[in-house]
């Protein structure tokens, strides 16, 4: 029997749905596994009987508490795809805004439309069982997440910082050429593409489980960014995560 | 007798990228209400980028959205490069050139393949079309991957693109690269002439419908216009890019948290079909014999005809990347030194970058300080720019479709809205408006 | 020595490259840094670098390796690699005496055919040191120079290259591809001699006291916990520091199944003990769950524990983890001087260590690949125990001894470390307990009789049977440890006559997770063994008549001779401390309590580094030990 399953997208940029799209072919060999029955993006057919709800973007507003509870009463597993689902990704940017400021700039008497609160990861309103991380997400991460869930398996997600990843891609490390990085707390997984394609790691999977941050703190500081600076960076990703505080 | 009423209450429409909703009420013969209303929750990209620094403003307004993060990115930097006087090399320029192609040819082709054909074919979604027919299927996977290993090689990723940075590129594709790339260019001609052979089949699925509206697109004299140009519209003369404001006059309406614009009549289109309107004489000659299969030229006023301006726009790219990378070639590909950045010394100032994405023209207008963090900034976003096309397009369609049966009538009005290949998220990316 | 002009040797290198035989690799500038990577010319070659990024061990023990790849109907393949043999330019001594070491260590006991293959089958040609990082303390650990380990070494005099034969591999490919090749005159030959004695000069970190005080000093220091946690406060487990190193070699395995969910790959990949979840096991025990801890194991692994095996401080002074330290804790040179200038003050004396005899034997190769079993019975025995037995596909046993484990591999879903729980007495067929903690484990629970599952081993050091024999046997079973006792303990009554007294002792947490039942209640029926049973705890509405207590509230009641007696205990890790104790109340010896201890075995055979509990592999020297041997490991118990 086919697990059924089911795509939700809220607050977010779609580019998480675009990946598992540029899937390609592969596609084609994971429809052979599973059954969509919702998907809106892509299919007209809507059905409530899932097995696996995949949900990208942030909760942004009250109203959307209740489609989550709704999805989550639905599935048995919820798995939260992309940055804005996982950890709040840089919709919760928004959140270091004074709220009378951006309320002042918003409509004003048509407040129903700004039903908006701080922006945060699902599982902020409801208990999600797997994580991909990423903005976007890394669609072969996902592909070995969906084969574990049809193998009964906990995917495995690593620990441990980008700098393991940067280390075995040669890289050379982002603070040794002048720049700022954040991947020695942010969680692998991407296989440091950011850094092997000339730039840096900007957080966006999120912290590890136990981040020596204050050590992190240190080493910016070390290298020449102010307090604020790096509060600024920390704001960027880990936002929610409660960081930048 | 008199007519049923009919309500049509289409929530979160399937088979567009975002969430809106459309409502009509039917009584009597005459149409009550007809509403496109975006429920999209906002997300204040605008807020957010005000007080970051210029360097960081491409990758926070790259996540505007997914599927055209090189436009965004694109439109970011020349916005950047502009307020600050950043040059970029000669080099440089033709591979922004090429990322942008590598997005059309992504997103359309996306479009088309998945979003609008199971409409021709009948059918929920492209699922079952797999295996019902499996080698089209395969062909618009093929160019869509292909049109992806062309931004992975050009930009690094498809969607956030890790490369285009102010100034240039972090890391360059080889030559090697390239011209591996404009082989498989060439190769795929044939999925092309398939695609277009399909489409043709499938053509009279379109509805035959035409509402005089004013197409506004970049225009170039030299080519067909999508990375720079001044600012064209069919019914007035071009104005530089600069001075867009007095093109888009962004306004609100109640049932919508997305805003709409207004040029010279109540709403005007952008997109593939009205960058086809304005410069179809810049076509490559490959796409210009698709578009005659179908016979299209200026000025067509038929929205649904977007879907097919969008695929001759796909051979266009394909053909015009074939030219770009040889004039790559012939020069030599000049490599730079790993992990390179430009000089660049921050300063204050103000610089709007308008580049064309699939779904239309794209403005980003930022302000910096002394110390390069940016004060204000304002992004027009192409689907904005359609919302009160699209309503209007729907009051004048109805009448025409308002004796066929609800079902016929929910598809028609979706079908038009998915011609516009809205990005609805994109269009929610701010809030900033003052009453009066 | 031969003597090159440096453009002949530019033209030496484009022949090799032009031949096409090999894949020819060598130190190129990557932005600031250098690194090793396949050259297209001569004219990449930075042979005049510092240090290179990643050290050359990347060519023989790869970032990422595919082990075999398995297809579920068809067996398990390994590839033979159709890569091309490489000539690797540019090797610095250090880097060359880290590969000898590795040598070692992938000989051991067990060869590994995967490096094994790549390193017979390269050519190396070396450079003498021409700049050194300021993190570089290779002079100092004797490493700057060397005269064996190369195929050729290359000295730079100026115009000139000096080129140093190391053997007749390295012999011929000079005399084949390079031109104008002449003997060194005396004149040069003493330049050489001269650069070499300026490279022992070279670099500025210095050790305040001689290397050979390292095993020693670190030994005094192991428990001065104060110590650990400063050095390691500003840690952030990112492993820079063991991944860029060129004698470290711990690795993980994953299965890589495809998308038929029933072909793929088994891939081992770099691993590195600083970060936090190396030690951690399926049930979710970490068994160096602290910043200091794992910190110090680096060192002692470094500076002790592979001394001790092989007569080597595993560290060559290359730098490479000092400078790629953010947090600037990682320089071995500053940590030796602060503890050598600690320890001095406090008045303990160092006495320099001896290398100890070392003689390596090679067995037989690694087996890396499974062979194919079928599940012929399975038994749920608990809520979270089956009992699965277990045939070879191709009919050969198993022949383990008891205590022993094997890796059991569920294709595509990983391989898990499973004690065998039958005799080797019982024949054609044997038995394991499993319990659904991993994945690996909650797939084995769901599958059925004529499965196919991959078996390796028996692995790891069982119980010594002979030397149990005529003794009175005490067996303490705490929960699932009944599972590796059991072995032994069918074993013993299938050679009961051979034995003397035999009592065991089992208790679980609740009646429910009582094992191997119907085996409990035959013992009732016997007469030649004692056993006692009793549960933590019984909750309402559930039968039991034994005893409710922890258990060792069983052992003070057992009648027993200590001289005579051996205690064989297997269960949680918690409570060995506690039987042990009671234990040591009945006057039994030290040596008398034998142990089987649970670590995270991925590889089975040494090398991984997972279950390492500070020395000791568990997967080789375990996991059955003498508490006489490991009272004193201070991350046994």
């Not at chain 1, 390609?24 to 059954?35: P, W």
């Not at chain 3, 020819?24 to 600031?32: H, I, M, Q, R, Y």
């Not at chain 3, 001699?193 to 006291?209: V, Y």
């Not at chain 3, 025995?381 to 484990?405: V, W």
Request: glycine share 8%; hydrophobic share 35%.
């Amino acid at each position: 029997m086919k697990p059924k399953v089911a795509f939700f997208d809220f607050a977010g940029c779609e580019g998480d749905e675009l990946q598992i799209a540029n899937l390609e072919e592969e596609l084609l060999s994971l429809l052979g596994h599973v059954e969509v029955v919702s998907f809106r993006e892509v299919m007209k057919e809507h059905s409530n009987d899932y097995d696996i709800a995949f949900i990208e973007g942030s909760c942004t507003r009250l109203a959307d508490e209740d489609r989550l509870k709704e999805i989550r009463k639905n599935a048995k597993i919820v798995v939260a795809i992309g940055a804005c689902a996982t950890i709040g990704g840089i919709n919760s940017l928004k959140n270091y805004k004074d709220p009378d400021e951006v309320g002042r700039i918003v409509y004003g008497d048509k407040a129903k439309l700004f039903d908006t609160y701080a922006a945060r990861p699902i599982d902020a309103v409801i208990p999600v069982d797997v994580y991909v991380h990423g903005c976007p997400i890394n669609k072969e991460e996902f592909l070995h997440v969906v084969k574990s869930l049809l193998m009964g398996k906990k995917p495995d997600i690593p620990n441990y910082p980008v700098c393991v990843e940067c280390k075995k891609n040669e890289n050379v490390c982002a603070f040794e050429r002048g720049e700022f990085c954040v991947g020695t707390v942010t969680r692998a997984g991407c296989n440091s593409c950011c850094v092997n394609e000339g730039t840096i790691c900007w957080g966006c999977r999120g912290l590890v489980d136990n981040p020596n941050e204050n050590s992190h703190k240190e080493v910016l500081l070390k290298y020449g960014l102010t307090v604020d600076e790096t509060i600024n960076k920390f704001r960027l990703y880990f936002a929610w995560q409660g960081r930048g505080k | 007798m008199s007519k049923p009423e009919v309500n049509i209450s289409l929530h979160h429409v399937t088979r567009v990228e975002g969430h809106g909703n459309i409502y009509v009420n039917l009584k009597d013969g005459t149409i009550k209400k007809c509403e496109w209303n975006i429920s999209e929750a906002p997300r204040f990209f605008e807020a957010m980028v005000v007080g970051r620094q210029w360097n960081e403003l491409h990758h926070i307004t790259s996540r505007i959205c997914g599927i055209c993060s090189i436009g965004h990115v694109l439109a970011s930097l020349k916005a950047t490069e502009a307020a600050m006087n950043i040059p970029i090399s000669e080099q440089d320029l033709i591979l922004r050139k090429l990322a942008l192609h590598g997005e059309n040819i992504q997103s359309h082709v996306l479009h088309i393949g998945y979003l609008v054909l199971p409409d021709l074919m009948g059918v929920g979604s492209v699922i079952p079309l797999a295996s019902t027919h499996p080698e089209e299927v395969k062909t618009v996977i093929r160019l869509h991957r292909l049109a992806n290993d062309m931004s992975n090689m050009v930009c690094g990723r498809t969607t956030h693109p890790q490369r285009l940075i102010p100034g240039g590129f972090a890391k360059l594709p080889t030559q090697k690269e390239l011209v591996d790339l404009k082989k498989r260019l060439k190769d795929s001609i044939p999925d092309l002439q398939t695609a277009a052979n399909l489409f043709k089949t499938l053509s009279s699925g379109f509805p035959d419908f035409q509402r005089e509206t004013e197409f506004i697109a970049l225009t170039d004299p030299n080519e067909y216009a999508l990375y720079d140009g001044e600012l064209g519209s069919t019914d007035s003369k071009s104005v530089p890019a600069s001075e867009y404001l007095s093109f888009t006059n962004e306004y609100i309406v109640p049932q919508s948290t997305a805003k709409r614009a207004k040029h010279l009549r109540d709403s005007y289109m952008v997109g593939a079909l009205a960058r086809l309107n304005i410069n179809y004489d810049k076509l490559s000659p490959l796409a210009k014999e698709v578009a005659e299969m179908f016979d299209l030229k200026p000025v067509c006023h038929n929205p649904f005809m977007n879907s097919i301006a969008q695929l001759v726009e796909v051979v266009h790219s394909v053909e015009d990347s074939i030219r770009l990378i040889s004039e790559l070639e012939a020069e030599g590909l000049k490599p730079q030194p790993d992990y390179f950045r430009p000089e660049i010394k921050p300063k204050s100032g103000r610089g709007v970058g308008a580049v064309e994405v699939p779904r239309g023209i794209l403005f980003h207008d930022y302000t910096y300080n002394d110390s390069g963090a940016c004060t204000k900034a304002n992004c027009v976003i192409p689907t904005n720019q359609n919302h009160g096309n699209i309503e209007l397009d729907m009051k004048a369609l109805l009448p025409q479709v308002m004796d066929k049966p609800k079902k016929e009538i929910e598809l028609t009005l979706e079908m038009l809205v998915r011609a516009y290949d809205p990005c609805i998220s994109c269009s929610t990316h701010y809030l900033n408006v003052h009453f009066e | 020595m031969k003597i090159i002009a440096k453009q002949d040797l530019a033209g030496f290198v484009n022949s090799l490259i032009k031949d096409g035989a090999w894949e020819v690799v060598g130190v190129k500038s990557k932005g600031d840094k250098y690194a090793f990577g396949p050259l297209d010319s001569a004219d990449e070659l930075r042979l005049d670098y510092d240090i290179t990024l990643l050290p050359p061990k990347k060519y023989f023990f790869p970032q990422r390796e595919t082990l075999f790849s398995f297809d579920v109907a068809k067996g398990v393949f390994t590839e033979t690699s159709t890569a091309k043999p490489k000539i690797i330019i540019g090797v610095a001594p250090y880097d060359l005496v880290a590969l000898l070491h590795m040598d070692e260590v992938f000989k051991e006991a067990k060869s590994d055919p995967y490096y094994a293959e790549k390193r017979n089958s390269s050519i190396i040609i070396g450079i003498n040191i021409q700049r050194m990082t300021k993190w570089n303390f290779s002079a100092v650990m004797g490493c700057a120079t060397i005269d064996h380990g190369y195929d050729l070494m290359l000295t730079d005099l100026g115009a000139k290259y000096a080129v140093e034969i190391g053997s007749s591999k390295g012999e011929q490919l000079l005399a084949k591809y390079a031109k104008n090749v002449r003997d060194a005159y005396a004149n040069e030959v003493q330049m050489v001699g001269r650069k070499k004695h300026e490279i022992m000069n070279m670099g500025q970190q210095k050790l305040d006291f001689s290397p050979d005080l390292i095993p020693e000093l670190l030994n005094q220091n192991y428990s001065n916990s104060q110590f650990w946690e400063k050095h390691s406060e500003k840690c952030l487990a990112c492993g820079s520091c063991v991944l860029v190193c060129p004698t470290c070699y711990c690795f993980d395995v994953r299965d890589n199944p495809d998308l038929t969910l029933e072909r793929g790959e088994r891939v081992r990949t770099w691993d590195g003990c600083l970060l936090e979840d190396f030690a951690k096991v399926a049930s979710g025990e970490n068994f160096r769950p602290t910043k200091p801890a794992r910190y110090r194991h680096r060192y002692f692994k470094k500076g002790k524990y592979l001394f001790d095996r092989f007569g080597f401080i595993s560290c060559v002074g290359c730098g490479r983890c000092g400078s790629n330290c953010l947090p600037d804790i990682a320089s071995p040179v500053k940590l030796f001087n602060d503890m050598y200038q600690e320890t001095l003050k406090s008045g303990i004396e160092i006495t320099p260590s001896t290398p100890p005899e070392v003689s390596i034997t090679t067995e037989d190769r690694i087996d890396f690949v499974p062979k194919l079993a079928t599940i012929t019975r399975k038994v749920p025995m608990t809520a979270n125990e089956t009992l699965l037995e277990i045939q070879f596909n191709d009919g050969s046993e198993l022949n383990h001894a008891p205590g022993q484990f094997a890796e059991v591999s569920v294709f595509g879903v990983g391989e898990a470390p499973v004690s065998i729980s039958s005799s080797p007495t019982k024949k054609g067929s044997f038995e394991m307990c499993v319990r659904k903690i991993g994945g690996v484990t909650t797939k084995l629970a769901t599958l059925n009789k004529g499965d196919i599952i991959g078996v390796r081993g028996p692995f790891g050091k069982g119980f010594d049977v002979d030397l149990l024999k005529g003794k009175d046997l005490l067996f303490i079973a705490g929960g699932l440890g009944i599972a590796p006792l059991r072995s032994l303990f069918n074993y013993v009554l299938d050679r009961r006559s051979e034995f003397g007294k035999v009592t065991i002792l089992y208790g679980c947490k609740e009646p429910c997770e009582l094992l191997f039942s119907e085996e409990v209640d035959s013992w009732s029926k016997r007469s030649d063994i004692v056993h006692k049973l009793t549960v933590d705890r019984c909750p309402a509405g559930e039968c039991w008549e034994g005893n409710i207590g922890l258990i060792t509230t069983l052992i003070p009641g057992v009648d027993l001779e200590p001289e005579k007696t051996y205690a064989i205990l297997c269960g949680p890790p918690t409570m060995y401390k506690f039987v042990i104790k009671e234990l040591k109340q009945k006057n039994i010896p030290d040596d008398h309590i034998i142990m089987s201890l649970e670590r995270r075995m991925k590889c089975g055979v040494g090398k991984c580094g997972h279950c390492q509990i500070n020395h000791i592999y568990v997967c080789k020297e375990g996991p059955v030990f003498n508490y006489a041997n490991i009272k004193g490991v201070p991350e046994a118990l």
